[in-house]
């Protein structure tokens, strides 16, 4: 079947270190996403890509970093520098059809906890 | 830049009609619909991609409003399963950045 996968589901980290939270597709999708939800905040983007090795900060990039190496992953990693990283992560990616963007799939998210 | 959505929150009875504006302070060529259920991933409900254009899926329709950058979500005589919190996101016309308003949280009750 075809879709897109985060893991893990749940994630814990202690402060100051990083981690990287897996995004793996398998529709041949050229545009890939990464967003942040908090209560009340709704979906905040982090950094998209719209092809294999380059990608653009969205609107919260700071204390994140991706990559785009191969065009079925896109890993986010959490750095040390994010303040505040506790928060649900949601991946999406979505095909460019004839006039814009098409409808985009969500993964079903890694909840990152700092302890 | 994240689109604004309102109301934040909106309770209805079964049967009864909502909207849900979304609005953007860029031209925007693109406007994205979602509903998201508690503890599940958004699925999408649909894109507006010409100034006017409408669309329809069951009895939810919305309006794109190109000139004033506006987008509208209608709920038409809601069900029990139209409840859950709906996001309007926003594309840009010279890259596939896709932002999201925080949402509006539609609570439909017996």
């Known amino acids: 079947d075809g879709g897109i996968t985060q893991s893990p589901k749940y994630l814990f980290r202690k402060e100051g270190q990083n981690v990287t939270l897996s995004c793996e597709q398998n529709?041949?999708?050229?545009?890939m996403y990464w967003y942040r939800q908090d209560p009340g905040q709704g979906l905040r983007l982090i950094y998209y890509?719209?092809?294999?090795?380059?990608?653009q900060k969205g609107d919260i990039a700071e204390g994140y970093s991706v990559s785009r190496e191969k065009k079925e992953s896109f890993p986010l990693t959490v750095t040390s520098a994010q303040k505040n990283p506790t928060a649900f992560y949601l991946c999406?990616?979505?095909?460019?059809?004839?006039?814009?963007?098409?409808?985009?799939?969500f993964g079903q998210g890694t909840r990152l906890t700092v302890v | 830049q994240q689109p604004v959505q309102s109301p934040q929150a909106v309770i209805l009875r079964e049967g009864e009609d909502a909207v849900i504006n979304c609005s953007s302070s860029?031209?925007?060529?693109?406007v994205h619909w979602y509903r998201q259920k508690h503890g599940e991933a958004p699925v999408f409900l649909m894109i507006?991609?010409?100034?006017?254009e409408q669309k329809g899926h069951d009895k939810i329709s919305a309006s794109f409003n190109e000139k004033k950058q506006q987008s509208s979500l209608y709920l038409t005589a809601s069900q029990l399963s139209y409840s859950g919190t709906y996001f309007c996101?926003?594309?840009?016309?010279?890259?596939?950045?896709?932002?999201f308003g925080a949402g509006t949280t539609v609570t439909v009750r017996a």
């Open positions: 860029k031209a925007l060529y693109s």
């Open positions: 999406a990616s979505s095909i460019v059809a004839q006039g814009g963007l098409a409808e985009a799939f």
């Open positions: 890509s719209q092809i294999v090795n380059d990608f």
């Open positions: 507006l991609l010409k100034g006017g």
């Open positions: 529709l041949n999708h050229d545009a």
């Open positions: 996101g926003t594309g840009s016309t010279n890259d596939y950045k896709l932002s």
